[in-house]
């Protein structure tokens, strides 16, 4: 079993950049991919941005791509992601995910980081 830890969160001006981390442990790390969601009060889990971690491939949804950043330290299983000219409506529980294989779902979720952003 996988468990995922995120950090770096917190209250912030819109504007301001923050730097989450997630750090992954476990026995066994078998890790296609590793990603970010969030969920909003009020609203459902929402993708933010991946990483393939083999290629370090990403991707990113419409309404951070240019402003977020999304990283990995394989050395010790490590993902971030830079979130930098934070709006207000950024304000969520941002979430890591595992997903281990190319055919499976993201799974092992974290506990989450709160991250507000004020105007």
């Known amino acids: 079993q996988v468990q995922l830890v995120e950090s770096g969160g917190g209250l912030v001006q819109a504007g301001d950049s923050l730097r989450l981390s997630c750090a992954a442990s476990g026995r066994t790390f078998t890790v296609y991919s590793m990603g970010w969601f969030r969920r909003a009060p009020g609203k459902e889990r929402e993708f933010v941005a991946e990483i393939g971690w083999s290629r370090g491939t990403t991707d990113y949804a419409d309404s951070v791509k240019g402003r977020f950043t999304i990283s990995r330290a394989s050395a010790t299983n490590t993902v971030y992601l830079q979130m930098n000219s934070l709006k207000p409506e950024d304000t969520a529980l941002y979430y890591c995910?595992?997903?281990?294989?190319?055919?499976?779902?993201?799974?092992?979720w974290g506990q989450g980081t709160q991250v507000t952003v004020s105007s």
């Open positions: 995910a595992r997903k281990p294989q190319i055919w499976a779902s993201y799974a092992d």
